[in-house]
């Protein structure tokens, strides 16, 4: 008797507890994950009132699909950099406001708030500096490379794009390095001062181990987004010029819903879904080998 009742307790606080979020996970990823799956094998479109089972032809059609793997290969290039600046950029502020410099609340904030911005916001903002203020600055400083707006030629394009993830994300990035930095015992730093362990040298050997965990969210949290960036490349370039900035993630919003072949645009984004997925995995698992314990 006392055992089912604890069986019934149990149940109830797993219902009560657990209930709201599973009954969300399943409504709001779960199921559209499945549907979306289930799409890919039949010739749905939004215009027509009935489709068919194709089996595995729109995934034949992706992988003929030259266009889509372009800008898969574009969408990679554009992540890496992205990842390795905004990184580089990130861990660089966070070592300068974990020291004792004027103002540094106030820069912590300033550098944040560019990650309160939404994409299509901050795309149409730096939409207006490129093609404006860099180039009015340019015909000021008499400097030829800044006088034609990045925005307008093809490398420069994505150039552009890369500076911009930069700028969005690495005040948020800052935040989760500067609290790597602050959980760094005290103990230890002191111990590598005395053995005289000093400057960049205490920094690589024992600063940098400790924040490995640090590392572990950052790359993984500009690495998914950067896969993810829709609203930005819309607002800012919109594939422009001459498709050079379309990324894989437009490609497929394009396929779907403005050339209405929503089957191949669909398993277009599960092929892309399942290589996030493998890359971000892949990156969490090698990284975690670095981690020490102080």
Not at 46 to 62: D, H, L, R
């Amino acid at each position: 008797m006392n055992g089912n009742r604890k069986l019934l307790n149990k149940i109830g606080s797993f219902v009560l507890f657990m209930g709201p979020s599973l009954f969300a996970f399943t409504c709001v990823l779960l199921i559209p994950l499945v549907y979306g799956i289930y799409l890919t094998f039949t010739d749905y479109s939004p215009i027509k009132m009935s489709y068919e089972f194709v089996g595995i032809n729109n995934f034949k059609a992706v992988f003929s699909d030259k266009e889509f793997w372009q800008q898969f290969g574009k969408t990679l290039k554009y992540v890496l950099y992205s990842t390795i600046f905004c990184n580089i950029l990130a861990f660089l502020l966070a070592f300068l406001l974990t020291g004792n410099i004027k103002g540094r609340d106030f820069l912590r904030a300033g550098f944040f708030t560019p990650n309160l911005i939404g994409g299509i916001v901050l795309g149409y903002i730096w939409k207006f500096l490129f093609s404006n203020v860099v180039t009015k600055l340019g015909e000021i400083l008499d400097y030829q490379f800044l006088k034609t707006s990045f925005l307008t030629h093809p490398e420069r394009a994505i150039v552009s794009m890369i500076i911009v993830t930069v700028w969005q994300y690495a005040g948020y990035l800052m935040i989760i390095y500067i609290a790597g930095f602050v959980s760094i015992p005290q103990d230890v730093d002191e111990a590598a001062e005395i053995d005289g362990a000093t400057g960049f040298r205490r920094l690589w050997h024992i600063t940098m181990p400790l924040m490995v965990p640090s590392f572990i969210i950052c790359f993984f949290i500009i690495i998914s987004r950067g896969f993810m960036t829709y609203d930005l490349n819309l607002a800012l370039t919109n594939g422009q010029p001459y498709g050079s900035t379309r990324l894989a993630a437009m490609h497929i919003y394009q396929k779907a819903f403005q050339a209405n072949e929503y089957g191949i645009g669909q398993a277009e984004a599960i092929i892309f879904f399942v290589t996030v997925a493998i890359v971000a995995v892949t990156q969490v698992l090698l990284t975690k080998r670095f981690e020490v314990e102080a």
